[in-house]
């Protein structure tokens, strides 16, 4: 047998799951023989944890096929593997298959008909298992126990764990906003005077030297860190976004980050599967609080706070996410007026066809005259082989970073993405 490390949490607790007893003969050749290397304390959590059917089951290696019972040397353990692949008797595997192998006959007479006449007991227990499973969808083994397609999320109940079959566990990192690199970011006018003039201690003196293009890339995860039940009605999640602008193509001043912004948050969200008109159907519902800043010394400091509140719709391979917030000590300080300028909530809005992933993103100061601002942003994800998708990125308004929440330019980008928008 090969030797492996300790099974991983998410195999673990797979083991442990209801499902795990039809499952067993595909898990356990890879449990089985790490077991030794895990220690004590492994091995009596599984006993504990594990249903007694699980443990039974789990014994000896249970077969895939006749080939996997020739491997077991003991003459008593491979007997009663073949008793099992026949779906026949327990007692007759370990009693009279036992003194079988032992004497080297094969038990004749009432023995025999004894044998004959008992109900095959673990065949009839997989299959009221097997029942029960179907029963109740969220008793079977969870998609995510392998699949990359669950861990990276391809709808909202995937994306934020709202079902039973879509739980993971807790503090492990899942996707959260898209992470990107685009080596050619763009832009129409280059911010060489940033600040404000209702606030001098922000505002450039001397003009900066930047180069209109630059590469752009972007971080983000989140992480469950508190669940009410196993069926998403309630959660608690952390989440942490960077997006980087860097002058890589500007020698002249030692191709610096022209600017980096932070963005930690804590997000409560609600499950829910409220059906409405035209198919549609609300998911979500999340509140969250929200801190974004540039980490900058005076007179490039950049930073607010937010309270962010979230409806999610789904229809089919449409999602669209309704985002108002509302800011915390609103006042003066190094970015007066941001509301005026990035807006006071944002319209979300993806399309999936195939592997293709397009988003609109549409914020707005939700005002008239001249403080009617936002911006509007196009994202298109096509893929290109070996997991990643080609990324290309169009925006238009004010506020594509914190630096920048008062200037309006227009920026192109395209480069690769190995995440996009839920």
Request: glycine share 10%; net charge positive; with cysteine.
């Amino acid at each position: 047998m090969k030797l492996l490390t300790c099974p991983s949490p998410a195999l673990a607790a797979a083991a442990r799951t209801p499902a795990a007893t039809s499952f067993a003969p595909s898990l356990m050749p890879s449990l089985m023989p790490s077991l030794p290397w895990c220690g004590l304390a492994l091995v009596v959590a599984s006993a504990l944890a594990w249903p007694t059917a699980a443990r039974a089951q789990f014994s000896i290696l249970p077969p895939g096929g006749p080939g996997d019972c020739t491997r077991i040397d003991d003459p008593t353990e491979r007997l009663a593997c073949y008793d099992r692949m026949h779906s026949r008797g327990g007692d007759a595997a370990s009693g009279n298959g036992a003194a079988s192998a032992a004497t080297g006959t094969t038990p004749t007479g009432a023995a025999a008909a004894g044998a004959a006449s008992r109900p095959a007991t673990g065949a009839a227990t997989t299959t009221a298992a097997a029942a029960a499973a179907q029963d109740d969808p969220c008793s079977r083994l969870p998609e995510a126990a392998g699949s990359a397609r669950s861990y990276l999320g391809s709808t909202l109940s995937e994306r934020w764990e709202l079902s039973c079959r879509d739980q993971l566990p807790a503090f492990l990192p899942r996707p959260y906003k898209p992470v990107y690199l685009l080596p050619v970011s763009w832009t129409s006018r280059a911010n060489r005077m940033p600040g404000s003039s209702e606030t001098p201690d922000n505002a450039v003196v001397d003009a900066l030297d930047l180069d209109k293009n630059e590469a752009k890339f972007q971080v983000s995860l989140k992480s469950k860190i508190w669940s009410m039940d196993d069926f998403g009605t309630f959660a608690v999640w952390g989440a942490y976004t960077q997006s980087s602008r860097w002058q890589v193509y500007n020698g002249r001043s030692s191709r610096p980050f022209r600017e980096t912004n932070y963005e930690p948050e804590i997000i409560l969200t609600h499950g829910m599967d409220v059906g409405l008109p035209f198919g549609w159907k609300a998911r979500m519902a999340s509140v969250s609080f929200n801190h974004q800043s540039n980490g900058r010394a005076q007179p490039l400091s950049r930073s607010w706070n937010r309270v962010i509140g979230e409806l999610n719709f789904e229809r089919g391979e449409t999602t669209v996410s309704v985002r108002p917030w509302w800011r915390i000590a609103d006042g003066t300080d190094d970015n007066p007026g941001i509301k005026d300028y990035i807006g006071r909530g944002e319209l979300l809005v993806t399309q999936k066809w195939g592997q293709h992933v397009v988003t609109f993103q549409g914020r707005h100061s939700l005002k008239r005259g001249d403080k009617s601002r936002g911006s509007a942003q196009v994202e298109w994800a096509f893929p290109i082989g070996a997991g990643l998708h080609g990324y290309a990125q169009l925006f238009h308004g004010y506020g594509e970073s914190l630096i920048d929440y008062n200037f309006r330019e227009t920026r192109i980008g395209l480069g690769v993405s190995v995440i996009e928008w839920r």
